[in-house]
């Protein structure tokens, strides 16, 4: 990533975190986990006291602490449209602030919350995401270096138990890079959304774009293409 890109990011998220932080797309807060009752456990296949699916997601830039505004919904739609399973998420703990150095030590963390959770939990599923430095995060977890940042990736070991990965605004882009091209393991099992126009992700010059992944129906498909993983 050149310098140039890198003062573009710094200038979207700096704005993206000014507004997130007045207020005007907050979303409740969501805990570092959040248990989603009405589902009951139907396969037997985990370990008492673990799910049968574990959703870990990164927010963007100068969100509250938690899942953030797109991976609430996320996490939700994949709880709704896997009846008779349990479904739980992890918020990834990290500082989401404006340098974008902190992907990498969020990186760290969501590779320690799987490892440690899948050896605890030897039928629990994962479903991988991020959005915007958040999805950075998840680049690095799954094993794809960005920019200077840098972070400990998911154990090879585990890979298998990654059903999906599914990112927002994902920085990568701006280099004309994808998930797809540059992971032969995770690339078929991830799906990225780009709006058009968003500066983040296409170089476009729409930062309202960056934002309308909530309400232009990427959650819904995002959360349909991890159902499908996990069904399959």
Not at 18 to 39: V, Y
Not at 175 to 197: D, H, L, M, W, Y
Request: charged share 15%; hydrophobic share 40%.
């Amino acid at each position: 990533m050149t310098k140039q890109q890198r003062r573009r990011i710094a200038a979207v998220v700096v704005t993206t975190a000014a507004i997130l932080t007045a207020g005007a797309l907050s979303a409740p807060f969501a805990s570092a986990s959040t248990f989603f009752p009405w589902h009951r456990s139907s396969s037997g296949s985990a370990a008492a006291g673990c799910a049968d699916v574990e959703v870990v997601f990164a927010r963007g830039t100068g969100e509250r602490p938690g899942l953030g505004i797109v991976g609430s919904p996320l996490v939700r739609a994949i709880g709704a449209g896997l009846s008779g399973r349990t479904v739980v998420s992890h918020a990834v703990d990290y500082a989401a602030d404006a340098s974008q150095a902190s992907a990498g030590p969020g990186a760290t963390e969501m590779s320690s919350h799987v490892a440690a959770t899948a050896a605890a939990c030897p039928g629990t599923r994962f479903v991988l995401g991020g959005y915007s430095q958040g999805a950075t995060v998840t680049d690095i977890a799954i094993g794809i270096p960005v920019g200077r940042t840098r972070g400990t990736p998911i154990p090879a070991a585990l890979n298998d138990r990654v059903a999906a990965v599914v990112v927002f605004g994902n920085p990568l882009g701006i280099g004309r890079q994808t998930i797809a091209g540059r992971s032969a393991v995770f690339g078929p099992k991830a799906k990225e959304f780009c709006n058009t126009g968003d500066p983040v992700c296409g170089n476009g010059n729409d930062f309202g774009a960056h934002l309308r992944y909530v309400t232009n129906g990427s959650v819904q498909q995002a959360a349909d293409f991890a159902i499908g993983r996990l069904n399959g």
